[in-house]
Structures are given as C-alpha cells and as structure tokens.
Nanobody, 126 residues
Framework: QVRLTESGGGSVQPGGSLRLSCEVSGDATGTLCIGWFRQATGQGREGVAVLGPGGRSTRYGDSAKGRFTISRDDTKPTVYLQMNALRPEDTAVYSC???????????????????WGEGTQVTVSS
C-alpha cells in the first residue's frame, strides 16, 4: 500500500511563496495520478493540481492556475507543489493523494483519489 507524507506548510505573508512536498513510500503499483487538494475550515475539499500517468500531464484547479506548479522528482520519490503569489484565501490544509482510477486525469476531483496523506497546514496572513 502506498503511503504519503506531506511537509513544507507554514505561515507566510500575502504575496509570498511556499513549496510543499509529498513523499511517496510503500507499494505504488497501479498508481495513475498524484494530486494536491486543499480544505479550508468549514469548506469542502478543493482540487489544486494533478500530475497524470508518468508525469506527462498536469491539470490545475481554477484557483491554482498561473500561480501554482506541480512537479515530481522520481529519484526521491517526491511530488512538489510550488505556490507563488499566495493569498489569504489560499489558507487551508493541503493534502496529497493518489489515484488508481483513469478518471483521475481530468480536472482535479477528490472523488477519484483513494489514498491520502494527513495534510500540512498553510496559513497566509499579514
């Protein structure tokens, strides 16, 4: 079974940057996609970014387009979320997740993801 461990969260001022990391361990056989999702207090889970099979495709949620970048380093193996131009509304718990379902290649949608990390808190405030 695949295991996911997030890190890199913290507090940052508006306009700042953070890079989140998701370390992948265990048996990732069958994994098609890995993605980042976030959930603010009192809100539903929102798709941020997804890396498709083989890392050949990326999809972003509307709030992430132009500001966030998902990438991976297969030598570690770790998936990153580089977040720039952060806004107070980006405050949330960010979690990475993997999916074995082909539907994961579309717009980031948590319904298709079946293994989750515990998340890391990101707080954007002045």
């Amino acid at each position: 079974q695949v295991r996911l461990t997030e890190s890199g969260g913290g507090s940052v001022q508006p306009g700042g940057s953070l890079r989140l990391s998701c370390e992948v361990s265990g048996d990732a056989t069958g994994t098609l996609c890995i993605g980042w999702f976030r959930q603010a207090t009192g809100q539903g889970r929102e798709g941020v970014a997804v890396l498709g099979p083989g890392g050949r495709s990326t999809r972003y949620g509307d709030s992430a387009k132009g500001r966030f970048t998902i990438s991976r380093d297969d030598t570690k193996p770790t998936v990153y979320l580089q977040m720039n131009a952060l806004r107070p509304e980006d405050t949330a718990v960010y979690s990475c997740a993997t999916s074995t379902r082909i539907s994961c290649t579309g717009t980031p949608d948590s319904r298709w993801f079946n293994t989750w990390g515990e998340g890391t808190q990101v707080t954007v405030s002045s």
